[in-house]
């Protein structure tokens, strides 16, 4: 059974910062491509920072130079450090994985997601 628990989510003041963690069970971490996603009052789920199994790191221009994805492959958990927090950060943050299996018709992949943490950035 695949869970991804997320924690450290919290209220944070303009300029703050915030730890994010997602801890991992039931895939293997190693090959698997992690993601943190956001999705703010009455908008859609977006992409905020992604690290493939190879480590190569991605980010949304909205949070590039001040988010950074990393991750722990022995404790299974992904890391977001948020810094410089501005009120448009808020939102539910999701953690995401997709992982590959392979079948008798290539490689897939499953995705999974956490339950979200709600990060409010706020005066």
Same mark, same amino acid.
């Given at each position: 059974?695949?869970?991804? $628990?997320?924690? @450290?989510?919290?209220?944070?003041?303009? &300029?703050?910062?915030?730890?994010?963690?997602? !801890?991992?069970?039931?895939?293997? %971490?190693?090959? #698997?491509?992690?993601?943190?996603?956001?999705?703010?009052?009455?908008?859609? /789920?977006?992409?905020?920072?992604?690290?493939?199994?190879?480590?190569? #790191? *991605?980010?949304?221009?909205?949070?590039?130079? /001040? %988010?950074?994805?990393?991750?722990?492959?022995?404790?299974?958990?992904? %890391?977001?450090?948020? *810094?410089?927090?501005?009120?448009?950060?808020?939102? $539910? +943050?999701?953690? *995401? !994985?997709? #992982?590959? /299996?392979? #079948? !008798?018709? @290539?490689? $897939? +992949?499953?995705? +999974?997601?956490?339950? &979200?943490?709600? $990060?409010?950035?706020?005066?």
């Amino acid at each position: 059974q695949v869970q991804l $628990v997320e924690s @450290g989510g919290g209220l944070v003041q303009p &300029g703050g910062s915030l730890r994010l963690s997602c !801890a991992t069970s039931g895939i293997i %971490f190693s090959i #698997t491509d992690m993601g943190w996603y956001r999705q703010a009052p009455g908008k859609e /789920r977006e992409l905020v920072a992604g690290i493939i199994s190879a480590g190569i #790191t *991605n980010y949304s221009d909205s949070v590039k130079g /001040r %988010f950074t994805i990393s991750r722990d492959i022995a404790k299974k958990t992904v %890391f977001l450090q948020m *810094n410089s927090l501005k009120p448009e950060d808020t939102g $539910v +943050y999701y953690c *995401n !994985a997709k #992982t590959p /299996r392979w #079948t !008798a018709q @290539g490689r $897939v +992949y499953d995705t +999974y997601w956490g339950q &979200g943490t709600q $990060v409010t950035v706020s005066s």
